[in-house]
């Protein structure tokens, strides 16, 4: 037995602060697509379905990943520094390139959703202006930009090489947690990259077959199957991975107001800069946002809040208490009604502090109507997990939903 651990955990998790039972990391992975009515083995016994999020709508089985689309293979090369206009606070004035405690927020008014991004899905890849000369090798790039709120907004850009300098790439937005928060914005940043291996990660998942040493030791012996099988049919097609710095700003009675600008960040600044400075896509259906822990947290306000702007959703091990289940729940409902075709997952794992209130949260989405999946992984709220499930399932779950 593994006692959860508090990597870069808030000093407050909900009511009952760390969690009193230990959770076994020999316990099998579930995903958990709109619903699943029958008792579940899951490597440590038969778990009655009653504990199981009803989802909508309704079968009778757990069913698999589909198939990961598109083949290339991941060099990963030396930064190139791109030079760069002066940071502005309007959407146009660029950005400079250069080489959580997530308490309740009940309280609070959820913003108004408004379909921001109405522009942008008319938008097309053909009739989006080329951006500078560009390598078609790899490169790497941190975007510096000034918030006239909360001060430096670093964001850590990796670009994968490409095949014509035509080509336009899905984008990944992966916010880090709380741990990175606190240590600043220069830091902080390379959360993803440094922090929880996500280069290491970039590397691995091109030359599979993964290992349970590559999760971490956290996974089950048929995920991994599962998985690797995915990677031989269809291999892992790189995109482009933004992991903007997060200030510890999304708790407490403003929490939503606060989401609510970053979300005007992420689309009205980030977004359009990276459009100008890398070969993003303008299609928004290719464009994901993730995250772990209060960056879980953050990526489902900020989809929630400005639905048309992507095509998938993720929050991995997500920073929620159980009081916000029905604020969540209504601003996903008007999310859909802006993007039907919006893809929603949820992420937990057997020694996530949060894993009730995620699968709550799974539930409280799906009586609204709004289909979302739920994986039950291996692991700890922890550092080990971001390095390990963190990293592969985000990738996966990216590289299915946008490349299409």
Not at 79 to 96: F, T
Not at 126 to 140: E, M, R, S, W
Not at 200 to 229: C, H, K, S, Y
Request: glycine share 8%; with cysteine; net charge neutral.
């Amino acid at each position: 037995m593994e006692r959860p651990v508090r990597d870069g955990a808030p000093s407050v998790w909900g009511p009952g602060g760390l969690p009193s039972r230990h959770f076994s990391t020999a316990e099998s992975s579930l995903v958990i697509p709109g619903t699943a009515h029958r008792p579940l083995d899951i490597g440590g016994g038969i778990v009655d379905n009653a504990a199981v999020p009803r989802c909508v709508p309704s079968s009778h089985s757990i069913t698999r990943y589909g198939q990961v689309r598109g083949s290339n293979s991941l060099r990963w090369l030396p930064a190139l520094a791109l030079l760069g206009c002066a940071v502005g606070h309007a959407p146009s004035s660029g950005a400079r390139p250069s080489a959580a405690s997530a308490e309740p927020a009940s309280r609070a008014q959820a913003p108004s959703l408004k379909p921001a991004s109405a522009k942008a899905t008319q938008t097309t890849d053909q009739t989006q202006p080329q951006p500078l000369d560009l390598p078609l090798t790899a490169f790497d790039i941190v975007l510096e930009f000034d918030d006239e709120q909360w001060g430096a907004m670093p964001v850590a850009v990796h670009v994968p090489a490409r095949k014509a300098p035509s080509e336009r790439l899905p984008v990944l937005i992966a916010f880090h947690g709380r741990g990175e928060s606190k240590k600043g914005p220069q830091r902080g940043v390379r959360g993803w990259f440094d922090d929880y291996e996500l280069t290491a990660a970039l590397r691995r998942i091109a030359e599979p077959p993964l290992t349970r040493q590559d999760f971490q030791g956290f996974v089950a012996p048929e995920r991994l199957v599962e998985i690797n099988e995915r990677l031989a049919q269809r291999p892992f097609t790189p995109f482009i991975i933004a992991t903007p710095y997060l200030p510890d700003v999304l708790k407490g009675p403003e929490a939503f107001d606060n989401a609510a600008h970053l979300a005007g960040f992420v689309t009205q600044r980030l977004l359009p800069e990276l459009r100008r400075r890398t070969p993003a896509t303008a299609d928004p259906h290719r464009v994901g946002v993730d995250g772990v822990s209060l960056g879980g947290r953050a990526s489902l306000l900020i989809g929630f809040t400005e639905p048309g702007a992507f095509g998938a959703v993720e929050a991995m091990q997500p920073a929620v208490d159980e009081r916000e289940l029905s604020t969540f729940a209504e601003l996903a409902k008007k999310a859909l009604a802006v993007n039907p075709a919006l893809k929603v997952r949820l992420v937990t794992s057997w020694g996530d502090y949060y894993l009730e209130v995620t699968k709550q949260l799974h539930r409280s989405l799906n009586d609204v109507g709004v289909r979302n999946d739920l994986l039950l992984a291996h692991g700890t709220h922890s550092y080990t997990f971001n390095k390990g499930p963190g990293c592969y399932e985000m990738l996966l779950f990216a590289d299915e939903a946008l490349h299409r």
